[in-house]
């Protein structure tokens, strides 16, 4: 089945999910809620396959490094993929992440089938940026191959264009 991406000006599809940010138990599972940043940061949902896997650990070292242009764009990364809170905790912990990654895993990739991002054939989602403006509107949206890692510069210049 061929994805059908949110559009841009749509609505962002509010969420909450476990994340790989330490709970009240001291355990990774923090929720993490779309629309407690409306009103008070961009936010950058970098959709991605696989924690571990070789594009992927490149791409979050590369947010990683570019964490300051990020918190400059007035902007918050949340990593969201199919693996659970415990394999994002510990891919967190090895790449030295500051920013969470939230666990689609149950039910599986729901969020991303909301986004239209979830690869049923695959049942991993797709490798897809959405950009969620101040206002909790779709600013922008970009799927690429799974192979192909995203640009930071394309997405702190959308960033930008926001204001």
Known sequence: MPL????????????ELKSSEIAANGKPGAKVKLSDYRGKK???????????????TGENRCFQREQ??????????????VDSEWTHAAFKKELGLTYPLLADFNPRGDVARKYGLFLDESGITARATVIVDKAGNVAWVKVQQIPEPRANQELLAALKALG
């Open 4 to 15: 059908d991406p949110i559009k841009v000006g749509a609505e962002a599809p509010d969420f």
């Open 42 to 56: 961009n936010v950058v949902l970098a959709f991605y396959p696989l924690d571990f896997s070789p594009v992927c």
């Open 68 to 81: 300051l242009a990020y918190q400059g764009a007035d902007a918050q990364i949340l990593g969201i993929s």
